[in-house]
């Protein structure tokens, strides 16, 4: 079942219809009485990624922090519940009250995470879901024609105001601290890089996924070795083609050292192209809405302008980048920077030529150790700060804020 398409416009004229209830929530949230030890967490795809990380921290450090994530829907009340975390729903009026009393709000899509408005006044966090290769927000290229300029531009207008209300907008690096401080109009010293939250959960959590995608390959009747994890990032018309020829496909699906899952972005409708191979497995969002505690566990990635490349990286481990739509993509929505600069000069035109990469991997040294050496220096430019520790310091710029004589 495809997934509704995203876009930051549609999003914010969504929230302007909603103006006067906005303005009620806002108004009441500037009176509000706020507890520092009160948190709410919000995240849009569900338990999981840099808020999880972050809960997990704040837990041990100080257990007198009351954490309340904010579900969306049943599956997203048992993770909370199997990580240990209160929870009330996010459109509950027990939820409105929380976000009007809490001293601090976490959050990595925006406002609509948690209540809008009414956690304005909180200390509020935004640990935005992976370091952009893609123009976002203010950034993002949209080709569109005059009779829609107007709507355009009070869009704009609309999203500065509403990230005005960010305390900290959380990265991994200054390169991505500096892309996400354009993209959302940020004020200074807005935009932090004290290490990114979620990289933390990528070795906490590499053995117990390993041994998941081992049961999923078992319960496929298929005996893993290599795991490959494809996932491409979204597209605002439709999913994206990963169309490789039959010949490519047959020789990955005969290749009994590749487990290849497919993982569809939550905005994109599911990846069908790849299914009928005997040996592809979905993981989808619904299922698997946390992909980054996940990672450690594959052995190489193919993808094309997704974040998760920039996440995969620390891991020095195979990177295979396809960009069939470049040119156009380059146009609408556009890249921070030049792909070819991005990828080290190694990335392929088709999906057919990415997954004969994939079938080489085994057998060319040199290919495989140009592929490591790529995803070393993209970890060093945007994970800078590695994989342990980034929750904790995040932790401390908060307290620094909300427990200032502590």
């Known amino acids: 079942m495809a997934a509704e398409s995203f876009s930051f416009m549609r999003d914010n004229l969504r929230k302007a219809s909603k103006l006067p209830w906005l303005l009620l929530l806002a108004a009441r949230a500037k009176f509000a009485s706020r507890d520092p030890k009160l ?31 904010l579900t969306r829907d049943s599956s997203d009340d048992q993770l909370a519940q199997r990580h240990g975390l209160q929870y009330v729903r996010r459109d509950s009026k027990a939820a409105l009250q929380l976000c009007l009393r809490a001293g601090v709000g976490v959050m990595t899509n925006g406002f609509s995470d948690l209540r809008g408005p009414a956690i304005w006044g909180a200390t509020t966090v935004q640990l935005w879901h992976g370091a952009p290769l893609k123009r976002i927000g203010q950034d993002r290229i949209e080709p569109l024609g005059a009779h829609r300029s107007f709507i355009r531009k009070a869009s704009s207008a609309f999203e500065k ?22 993209a959302m109009a940020a004020r200074g010293g807005t935009a932090v890089a004290t290490g990114d939250p979620r990289m933390d959960l990528i ?31 979204w597209r605002d018309g439709g999913e994206p083609m ?47 809405p946390d992909i980054t505690s996940m990672l450690g566990a594959f052995d190489v990635l193919m ?62 040294e040199a290919m495989r150790d140009k592929l490591v050496d790529i995803s070393k220096a993209i970890g060093s430019r945007y994970h800078p700060m590695g994989m342990t520790g980034n929750a904790s310091r995040v932790l401390m710029l908060i307290r620094d804020v909300t427990e200032p004589c502590a």
């Not at 709410?40 to 009351?66: N, Q, W």
């Not at 005969?254 to 592809?280: C, E, G, T, W, Y």
């Not at 974040?307 to 990286?313: L, T």
Request: net charge negative.
């Open 303 to 364: 993808t094309d302008y997704s974040s998760i490349a920039m996440d995969f990286a620390p891991l020095e481990r195979p990177i295979i980048f396809a960009a069939p739509d470049l040119e156009s993509y380059t146009a609408s929505p556009g890249l921070y920077e030049e792909y070819e600069l991005f990828t080290g000069g190694h990335w392929h035109q088709t999906w057919t030529a990415a997954f004969r990469c994939l079938h080489d991997l085994h057998y060319d």
């Open 242 to 288: 990963v169309l490789p020829d039959q010949a490519s496909r047959d020789l990955i699906a005969n290749d009994d050292r590749i487990v290849i899952f497919v993982r569809a972005h939550p905005h994109s409708a599911d990846i069908r192209s790849l299914f009928d191979m005997k040996n592809v497995i979905a993981l989808s969002s619904d299922d698997f």
């Open 39 to 69: 948190w709410v967490i919000g995240r849009r795809s569900g338990v999981g990624d840099g808020p999880l990380a972050l809960a997990i921290e704040a837990k041990s450090v100080d257990p007198a922090i009351r954490i309340v994530w």
């Open 203 to 233: 070795p906490r959590g590499a053995v117990t996924a390993r041994l998941t995608l081992d049961a999923l390959a078992s319960g496929h009747g298929i005996e893993g070795r290599k795991y490959v994890l494809i996932a491409p990032t």
């Open 161 to 182: 105001f509403w990230n005005q209300h960010y305390r900290y907008i959380i990265a991994g690096s200054e390169t991505t601290a500096g892309r996400l401080a354009s």
